[in-house]
């Protein structure tokens, strides 16, 4: 079949809920993909950073296909050998108490909603249905209805209605705003340590360390959605690392699997998870053989083949020479790690993005900004 057939049969049977490039792909490897005419492309959007390991990382793989050949889902009803060696590997290499794997990102982020809620009413003494939540203008936690519900971006609100209460709108990157916006009922702070989808939304030095300060000296809990930040994308294995902090609820996903199978953790200390009894949630595949033998594989592969440390070398270095690029149609380079991004003057996007989107697989964020989500390695 050919790359316009492809494209009609997507367009006539699937719904438009993306716009793809037109480019159809049929392998990967690496930092490497290649279409179904055998073109190959440098993959700069990385899967979101749920590819961090590299595409089809071979000892992932070998992993995902032996376990597939002995157990993959026994749901939650019983116990499977997996299980426990995930959840005592994944928090010893992230100092966490208690783990909580759902699927997706957004069911990660759900979960914590759902629990720093029960610790609010439980724990903490807020009346019931009081709650509040503090996120941040231009977040992005997902795509789910109550994420949705506190998004500022119109499109991603417009016609969804009606929206969950009790969450509270903050300017990112403000700490004092979080001061002010604190009130009696007010349960936890969720913020991306550094927003992606916005636009790779750096938040001034400091910030992490001021909000985590706050939450303490107000007993409210504080949710690191490093969703996309976290697993090495930011040249640390979580970002909260870059100013020294520890969440109390930690969100991860994406390259918990290395881009095999979708697995996300909400990571947590005792005080949180430990409130949540049997049948007060959960998820069919949440937890699985499968998923658990993968993701712990994914996290093997990025503490040993030193890929958080490749993230901090080469993100220093690829920001270091797109700085160096004089060019008038770029305004600002930014980025940590391996999550950058690139603002251009909105009269050069067009010539842009008819060369080097279709050769390098960029993201456009906004109409004028470039993502770039490198791989980190190739072998
Ligand atoms: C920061 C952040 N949170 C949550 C999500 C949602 O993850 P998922 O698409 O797996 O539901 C994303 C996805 O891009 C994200 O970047």
Redesign the pocket.
């Known amino acids: 079949m050919e790359t316009l057939n492809y494209i009609h049969i997507e367009d006539k049977f699937g719904a438009h809920n993306y716009k793809p490039l037109d480019v159809v792909l049929s392998k990967g490897e690496g930092i490497w993909v290649w279409d179904i005419d055998g073109n190959r492309y440098m993959d700069c959007t990385s899967a979101?950073s749920a590819v961090n390991q590299g595409h089809c990382h071979p000892k992932i793989r070998k992993v995902l296909v032996e376990q597939s050949e002995k157990l993959t889902l026994t749901s939650r009803a019983f116990r499977n050998d997996q299980l426990a060696p995930f959840y005592e590997e994944i928090c010893a290499l992230t100092h966490s108490h208690k783990v909580l794997p759902m699927n997706?990102?957004?069911?990660a982020?759900e979960t914590a909603i759902k629990s720093v809620r029960k610790w609010g009413y439980e724990h903490k003494g807020v009346e019931e249905n009081k709650a509040e939540i503090i996120v941040c203008e231009e977040n992005?936690?997902?795509?789910t209805l109550a994420i949705v519900g506190f998004s500022t971006d119109d499109n991603a609100r417009k016609s969804f209605g009606p929206f969950a209460k009790g969450f509270k709108i903050i300017p990112f990157g403000d700490a004092k705003a979080l001061e002010e916006a604190i009130t009696p009922n007010t349960v936890a702070f969720m913020v991306?340590p550094i927003q992606?989808?916005a636009g790779v939304k750096i938040p001034p030095d400091g910030y992490l360390k001021a909000v985590r300060k706050i939450c303490t000296d107000n007993n409210v809990v504080l949710i690191l959605?490093e969703?996309?930040?976290g697993l090495g994308r930011t040249g640390k294995l979580l970002a909260e690392e870059h100013e020294g902090i520890q969440a109390d609820l930690t969100?991860i996903?994406?390259a918990l699997s290395g881009g095999f199978y979708?697995v996300?953790a909400v990571l947590s200390n005792e005080a949180v998870l430990g409130l949540l009894k049997p049948g007060q949630h959960g998820s069919t595949f949440g937890g699985n053989p499968l998923a658990c033998a993968v993701a712990r594989k994914a996290l093997k592969v990025l503490v040993e083949e030193g890929m958080v440390e490749n993230s901090a070398k080469m993100g220093a270095y690829f920001l270091s020479e797109l700085k160096k690029i004089d060019h008038p149609a770029i305004k600002e380079a930014r980025g940590r790690g391996l999550m950058s991004h690139r603002v251009l003057l909105p009269r050069h996007i067009l010539k842009m993005s008819a060369t080097v989107i279709e050769t390098r697989l960029l993201q456009e964020t906004r109409p004028n900004q470039i993502r770039l989500h490198r791989a980190r390695r190739h072998w």
């Not at 997706?104 to 069911?107: F, K, V």
């Not at 992005?140 to 795509?143: C, E, I, K, P, Y």
């Open positions: 979101y997706s990102g957004a069911e982020v992005f936690h997902g795509r991306e992606g989808e959605d969703i996309q930040t969100l996903g994406k979708p996300s």
